[in-house]
C-alpha cells in the first residue's frame, strides 16, 4: 500500500494476503454508496429486523422507536404487553413494521420460545438490542440473596439466553450487530448497587468475549454505556438530587433516552461495520477516557 501527499490511497493487491483483497471490496463497496452528483446513499438500518428486549418502556422503547425511523423492521419483547402494543401502535402510525412479543429475559425457556416465534414472524433477526434491566438498590449489608440474584439474573443471565437464542439466524447470513446496553455505574461502580452496577461491568465483559467470537462471521457486538438519562427510573429523584447529578456532569444535563437510542442506531447500522468489542460512553462527560 502505498500513499500520495495528498492522503489519496493506493491498493495493490497482487500478491497480497486474502485479507487485503476483503479490504478492498469494502472500499469498493463504500465507494458505491456515493452518487455522481455528490450526494450519500446511508444503507443505515433500512430493511433490517431489530429485536430490542426491554421494549415496552423507557431507553428500549426509544430504541425501537429510532431503529423503526431507520427503516428496521421490530421486534418488541417485554414483559408488559399493554406498553408494547402503544409503542407498536407509534411505530406504525408512522408508517413502520412491528410486532409485539410477551418475553420475560429472565427465563430461559421463555427467551428460546419468543424467539422462535420472532424468527417465524419475520424471518431472521439481524440486530438484537440487549436492553431489559431491573435494579433493586440497597447497601449491600441490607442486601437480600434475592434482590442480588433477580439483577443478575435478568440484567446479565437475560442477555446471555438471548444472544445465544438470536445468534444462529446471524451465523449463516454472516451479518449481524448485536448492542448491549451497559451502564456508567458498570464501569465506576455505585453506592448502593452493587448487583446493578456487577450485571452492568459483566456485561461489558460479555461483549468483548462475544465479540472475538463471532467477529470472523461479520458479526458485530459492541455496548453502550448510559450516564444519567432522564426516563421513568430517574423521575422519582428529587430536584436538589438531580441538581447535584447535574453539577457532576461536564454537560451540565441529564440525557434522553433518544440520545441514547441514536448511538445504539449508529452501532447497528451499515456504516459501523468495522467497531466491535466497543464500549460508547453516553454520558455528557460524566466518565471520560
Known amino acids: 500500500m502505498t500513499a500520495s501527499g495528498n492522503n489519496d490511497v493506493i491498493f495493490v493487491t497482487q500478491g497480497k494476503a486474502a485479507s487485503e483483497d476483503r479490504a ?21 438500518v433500512t430493511g433490517r429486523v431489530a429485536l430490542v428486549t426491554g421494549a415496552s418502556q423507557g431507553i428500549g422503547r426509544a430504541c425501537a422507536l429510532a431503529l423503526a425511523e431507520g427503516g428496521a423492521l421490530i421486534a418488541l419483547a417485554a414483559r408488559n404487553e399493554e406498553k408494547l402494543a402503544a409503542v407498536a401502535k407509534e411505530i406504525t402510525d408512522k408508517g413502520g413494521q412491528a410486532a409485539t412479543f410477551r418475553m420475560d429475559v429472565s427465563n430461559e ?54 444472544t445465544q437464542a438470536v445468534i444462529g439466524s446471524m451465523l449463516k447470513p454472516r451479518w449481524g450487530r448485536i448492542i448491549n446496553i451497559t451502564s ?30 463471532v467477529a470472523s462471521r461479520n458479526i458485530t457486538v459492541n455496548a453502550v454505556a448510559p450516564g444519567y438519562i432522564e426516563t421513568a427510573m430517574t423521575e422519582v429523584l428529587s430536584a436538589e438530587l438531580k441538581s447535584k447529578v447535574n453539577e457532576a456532569i461536564p454537560l451540565g444535563r441529564a440525557g434522553t433516552d433518544m440520545e441514547v437510542a441514536h448511538a445504539v442506531r449508529f452501532l447497528a447500522s451499515e456504516e459501523a461495520s468495522y467497531i466491535t468489542g466497543h464500549v460508547l460512553k453516553v454520558n455528557g462527560g460524566m466518565l471520560m477516557g
Do not use: C, H
Not at 428460546?112 to 440497597?138: H, M, W
Not at 456508567?184 to 465483559?205: E, H
Open 109 to 162: 425457556a421463555d427467551v428460546k420460545s419468543v424467539v422462535k416465534a420472532v424468527i417465524e414472524r419475520f424471518g431472521k433477526v439481524e440486530i438484537l438490542v440487549n436492553n431489559a434491566g431491573v435494579t433493586k438498590d440497597t447497601l449491600l449489608m441490607r442486601m437480600k440473596k434475592e434482590d442480588w440474584d433477580s439483577v443478575i439474573q435478568t440484567n446479565l443471565s437475560g442477555a446471555f439466553y438471548t
Open 184 to 213: 456508567v455505574f458498570g464501569q465506576t461502580g455505585q453506592a448502593g448497587q452493587a448487583n446493578y452496577a456487577a450485571s452492568k461491568a459483566g456485561l461489558i465483559g460479555f461483549t468483548m468475549a462475544i465479540a472475538r467470537e
Open 24 to 44: 478492498l471490496a469494502a472500499i469498493a463497496y463504500n465507494l458505491q454508496l456515493t452518487f455522481a452528483n455528490g450526494d450519500e446513499l446511508m444503507p443505515g
